[in-house]
């Protein structure tokens, strides 16, 4: 049965491919008794028969389910077996809370374990739990005489994965084809400290006032030079007005958040708030040694014990994660996706929920400009065809 249990975990899923047929398999009874003709020297699953359609409580249809649910408990029951040529054995260490691969064979270590200088491989506690699940490895103590079955494999691994939370989310990361790998942040714990540099950041506010102060001291002398504004209007007066640009930027008066000079609290962070895993997008290039910058970072919750991060909390998530987007991005994938952002995951009794949390500041992209920019140049274009 190993030979269909090939490694997919770097193969994206296609969307919408086999939709329709996993719709039809979830309406249907499965009928198990096909399982029975399966003989020990078959090595391929049978292929699926016609649809059963509803019962009509007949005696003929009470046996086909009894027929079908004992076929079932029959092959639950048969001992599933590996060929030597993809199986994996390792060893557990519990004070290192590693497993030490014996003999590294197949595809999963392209993207899973790490090497030490002598060239041995090790796998972390949730990429344990993920090979011996699903029957890729066979873990033993410490000795290398007992086999180690799978509850006392989640017994002893479940604790070094900081939570059954973070491991679902790994292994449904790794399911859907995404390469997942421990962050910096993964074992930190208790309030972080955010590091900053003072010099630079008290300079930045002593600048942000100063210009501030000269604004206000500009606009108080314009009004003080132009006529009485009445009290229904207009909103700005005074000085000579060649664009729409400079319109608009003084229209700007209600004040907004921007990430440029926002600035986080120290200890404003808590666990579980941190940054548990690195994501990367499916790719034959990928490399442990050099990944490069993850696609996604991803943050695991549990919905029965963790509320949703408060403004400090968020921001000083934010503030770990470097920028996604640069200058050279457009206004609509900043707007979009953030200057930064981090992906939650949410796990409520076993399901697992997504949300993506972004630092978005919409004051300080100027859409008008660059529309004033396409209206000069369409009326440019208008004038040169006439």
């Not at 490694?7 to 979830?26: I, K």
């Amino acid at each position: 049965m190993d030979d269909l249990d090939n490694d997919y975990d770097n193969v994206p899923v296609a969307p919408g491919h086999g939709e329709h047929e996993n719709a039809e398999s979830d309406d249907e009874q499965q009928d198990w008794r096909m399982l029975a003709t399966i003989g020990s020297d078959k090595k391929s699953l049978p292929k699926r028969g016609e649809k059963e359609y509803e019962p009509t409580g007949s005696a003929s249809d009470r046996n086909n389910v009894d027929e079908s649910r004992q076929a079932m408990y029959t092959a639950l029951n048969g001992e599933r077996q590996h060929t030597s040529k993809v199986h994996i054995s390792g060893i557990w260490y519990p004070h290192l809370r590693k497993a030490k691969v014996l003999v590294a064979r197949g595809p999963h270590f392209k993207s899973i374990g790490k090497a030490d200088s002598s060239g041995t491989i090790w796998l972390l506690p949730e990429e344990v739990i993920y090979l011996v699940e699903r029957g890729s490895m066979s873990l033993y103590n410490a000795r290398g005489d007992l086999k180690i079955s799978l509850q006392a494999c989640y017994a002893a691994c479940l604790g070094a994965c900081q939570g059954h939370e973070r491991y679902l989310v790994y292994a449904y990361l790794k399911r859907l084809g995404f390469i997942v790998q421990r962050a910096t942040s993964f074992d930190e714990s208790g309030e972080e400290q955010v590091v900053q540099k003072p010099d630079s950041c008290r300079i930045g506010r002593l600048w942000k006032f100063l210009l501030q102060k000269f604004d206000s001291f500009c606009t108080g002398l314009r009004r003080a030079i132009a006529k009485q504004i009445p009290s229904f209007g207009p909103i700005i007066c005074g000085g000579v007005w060649r664009s729409y640009d400079s319109i608009y930027r003084e229209l700007q008066i209600i004040p907004f958040y921007s990430h440029r000079g926002s600035h986080v609290t120290p200890k404003s962070t808590v666990a579980p708030f941190k940054v548990a895993y690195n994501v990367w997008k499916p790719r034959p290039s990928f490399k442990k040694s050099n990944p490069g910058e993850p696609d996604f970072r991803v943050v695991v919750v549990n919905a029965q014990k963790d509320k949703m991060p408060t403004l400090a909390q968020a921001g000083a998530l934010l503030s770990t994660l470097p920028a996604c987007h640069d200058s050279t991005s457009t206004s609509q994938e900043r707007l979009r996706e953030g200057y930064k952002n981090v992906i939650i995951g949410v796990v409520d009794y076993g399901i697992i929920s997504f949300m993506t949390l972004g630092d978005v500041s919409f004051g300080d992209e100027h859409i008008y400009e660059r529309h004033t920019a396409n209206n000069r140049l369409s009326k440019y274009h208008s004038t040169k065809k006439r």
